[in-house]
């Protein structure tokens, strides 16, 4: 089945690293995504990855990607009282051309 | 630069109402999609469509329809409202081109009373 599952709070103290897991379900996803939402607004495309990489490195972000254990995920370095959002994990499935699968979302909330 | 734009960013209707809510894109994409969000339950697909006039149910496409007739258009209808359809709706679009992802609207708040 298609399912995508991470965690839905973490609450990380400022100036800390933020790791949010995620792990889903189809072996075949040729894309995995995290998506970032901040209060109020819609979604903005942080980064991907594709699945034939390990790990993917975008100045404070880092993605890491087992596929053995279909296991994804975000890490924040130096996470600031900005980075306050909903991250949400997403795959895409081979077997829909463009269909992308939400997780449900992870709340990341920053502690002074 | 606003690639994705909802016409309202929030609604409030009642119940028994026919809803239309608009969503617009500039990028020439060919995908379109509704979600809708709800707390703890994520993003959950309604409609999606791959090109002009042609339209697939998502994951809960009961109570909505769905118009597209022109390629950056993607209409989400709401034939009569009901209080459960309260709830956060989100446009998106994406290329055919899968590592683009999608590209999203700032969402309308539909609140049905």
């Known amino acids: 089945g298609e399912d995508v599952e991470q965690s839905l709070f973490l609450s990380v103290r400022e100036g800390d690293s933020s790791v949010i897991n995620c792990t889903y379900t189809?072996?075949?996803?040729?894309?995995l995504y995290w998506y970032k939402q901040e209060p109020g607004a819609g979604l903005q495309l942080l980064t991907y990855i594709f699945s034939n990489m390990d790990m993917k490195q975008d100045q404070r972000l880092t993605v890491l990607l087992n596929k053995k254990d279909k296991h994804l995920s975000l890490r924040i370095a130096d996470t600031q009282t900005g980075d306050s959002a909903i991250y949400f994990c997403a795959e895409i499935l081979y077997s829909s051309a463009s269909k992308i699968i939400f997780g449900s979302g992870t709340r990341l909330s920053i502690r002074p | 630069d606003v690639k994705v734009t909802q016409s309202s960013r929030y609604l409030v209707k009642r119940t028994g109402e026919k809803v239309f809510l608009e969503c617009v894109q500039d990028?020439?994409?060919?995908?379109m999609f509704w979600y809708r969000q709800d707390p703890g339950l994520g993003l959950r697909l309604i409609y999606f469509s791959y090109d002009v006039k042609m339209k697939e149910k998502g994951d809960i496409p009961e109570g909505y329809s769905v118009s597209r007739e022109k390629k950056e258009r993607f209409s989400l209808i709401l034939e009569s409202a009901s209080t459960n359809q309260t709830s956060m709706y989100l446009c998106?679009?994406?290329?055919?081109?899968?590592?683009?992802?999608?590209?999203f609207g700032s969402g309308t708040r539909l609140t049905v009373v």
């Open positions: 998106a679009s994406s290329p055919t081109d899968r590592e683009d992802g999608y590209t």
């Open positions: 990028m020439d994409h060919e995908n």
């Open positions: 189809d072996s075949s996803s040729t894309y």
